[in-house]
Antibody, heavy 119, light 110 residues
Framework: EGQLVESGGKLVQPGGSLRLSCAAS????????MSWVRQAPGKGLEWVSA????????YYTDSVRGRFTISRDNSKNTLYLHMNSLRAEDTAVYYC????????????WGHGTTVTVSS | QSVLTQPPSVSAAPGQKVIISCSGS????????VSWYQQIPGTAPKLLIY???MRPSGIPDRFSGSKSGTSATLGITGLQTGDEADYYC???????????FGGGTKLTVL
């Protein structure tokens, strides 16, 4: 079924930048679109971004478009989220997630990495 | 304000049945498959239902899903204390070109 391990989350000042990584194993990474989903403290799930298996198609939620960039390196089985111009409202646990098929049926989730944006 | 609308909370006694609703629109639930996730606080979400009414292997048949028009429901029968968790519906929104989740429903087994 697979395993996902996120890393890169930390405390960062407003306006700062950060890169999250998600290492995948146990499945053919390049076959699947991948997504980032976040969860602010005490709040629900929010889909953030998705990228196709060949990295030729990307999608973003409106609140991060133009500030975040999703990418992947299929040779390293790794998904990335490059985050710029960070705001307090970006504070959340960030999960990477693999769909069983299509874009949004997530059958494998990472444990999450915490991003805190605060001065 | 989530694109998909769920009740904030539901409750029922052990052994009873509960239904959680998820309301959307023609661009999301009306056009795409719905998934349901269970999240125990402090842990990652877990897929319960996909393609509206399909269960992944290992999910007991106490959990069921259905969809009609622009709404979906998750049913849980034979409630157990271990079912206490937050439940989320999710789907793709063809107008937004992005994923959407409901705000989540907290299930309490009294």
């Amino acid at each position: 079924e697979g395993q996902l391990v996120e890393s890169g989350g930390k405390l960062v000042q407003p306006g700062g930048s950060l890169r999250l990584s998600c290492a995948a194993s146990g499945f053919t990474f390049s076959y699947f679109a991948m997504s980032w989903v976040r969860q602010a403290p005490g709040k629900g799930l929010e889909w953030v971004s998705a990228i196709s298996g060949r990295a030729d198609t990307t999608y973003y939620t409106d609140s991060v478009r133009g500030r975040f960039t999703i990418s992947r390196d299929n040779s390293k089985n790794t998904l990335y989220l490059h985050m710029n111009s960070l705001r307090a409202e970006d504070t959340a646990v960030y999960y990477c997630a693999k769909p069983s098929r299509g874009w949004l049926t997530f059958d494998v989730w990472g444990h999450g990495t915490t991003v805190t944006v605060s001065s | 304000q989530s694109v998909l609308t769920q009740p904030p909370s539901v409750s029922a006694a052990p052994g009873q049945k509960v239904i959680i609703s998820c309301s959307g629109s023609s661009s999301n639930i009306g056009k795409n498959y719905v998934s349901w996730y269970q999240q125990i606080p402090g842990t990652a979400p877990k897929l319960l239902i996909y393609d509206n009414n399909m269960r992944p292997s290992g999910i007991p048949d106490r959990f069921s899903g259905s969809k009609s028009g622009t709404s979906a429901t998750l049913g849980i029968t034979g409630l157990q204390t271990g079912d206490e968790a937050d439940y989320y519906c999710g789907t793709w929104d063809s107008s937004l070109s992005g994923g959407v989740f409901g705000g989540g429903t907290k299930l309490t087994v009294l």
